[in-house]
């Protein structure tokens, strides 16, 4: 599975926009860009995948650029219950072998 | 449909003592991972087990470590003669196959006294 690189950490204002960037160069044609996310002392939670076409759903949306090298996960309208650490992890889904390789992520610091 | 379920929450033993992490995945699924996290790091994966078989213990520490899902109950980590290293959160994560998503637990919270 390719590597990835996140910023260590981040704040966002309340209500704002949160943008987290996510680099994947060495990304593979058949490797997957995933998005979970830890809440403090919390089991890790699925957001959102996308393979090469932007994503959206309830939670949030997946940029990913047209060379697959880096994607974007975009929290609309961050809230204090968004402060979290985000992974971002590129690999294979296959359907009888899909552990998730996570990385150290972005520490997402939502302010009032 | 209930969540990804693991007792219990938190865990006390004593170096030397067995300590037994149990995980009942979600309904209908029929893959669970065990993942752990120890103080200040990162999630590390351990075993991914379909009912009945072990498919990757790549992340499995060679002694004292097991995990077993049985075709009837949970999900059982196993961890002979605890030592204070392993004190971590475990986590469980369950999934029906063929699909993206895992599903997470809550984590048990072991201390090695």
């Known amino acids: 599975d390719a590597k990835t690189t996140q910023p260590p950490s981040m704040d966002c204002a309340e209500g704002r926009a949160a943008n987290l960037p996510c680099n994947h160069s060495?990304?593979?044609?058949?490797?997957?860009v995933y998005w979970y996310r830890q809440i403090h002392s919390q089991g890790p939670q699925y957001i959102i995948h996308?393979?090469?076409n932007n994503e959206t759903n309830e939670m949030a949306s997946l940029i990913i650029t047209e060379d697959r090298k880096s994607s974007t996960l975009i929290l609309p309208h961050a809230t204090l219950r968004d402060t979290a650490v985000y992974y971002c992890?590129?690999?294979?889904?296959?359907?009888?072998?899909?552990?998730?390789?996570f990385g150290p992520g972005t520490s997402l610091s939502v302010i009032p | 449909n209930a969540g990804v379920m693991q007792n219990p929450r938190h865990l006390v033993r004593r170096r030397g003592q067995e300590a037994r992490l149990r995980c009942s995945p979600m309904k209908g699924h029929s893959h669970v991972y065990w993942y752990r996290q120890l103080p200040e790091e990162g999630l590390k994966f351990m075993v991914y087990l379909q009912k009945e078989n072990i498919i990757d213990e790549s992340g499995m520490p060679k002694e004292r470590f097991s995990a077993e899902f049985p075709k009837e109950g949970p999900s059982i980590l196993r961890i002979q003669q605890v030592v204070r290293g392993d004190s971590a959160a475990y986590f469980c994560?369950?999934?029906?196959?063929?699909?993206?998503?895992?599903?997470f637990g809550p984590g048990t919270r072991l201390t090695v006294t």
């Open positions: 060495t990304i593979s044609g058949n490797e997957y």
């Open positions: 994560a369950s999934s029906p196959g063929g699909v993206h998503e895992q599903y």
């Open positions: 992890i590129v690999r294979v889904a296959r359907t009888s072998y899909d552990k998730v390789i």
């Open positions: 996308g393979l090469k």
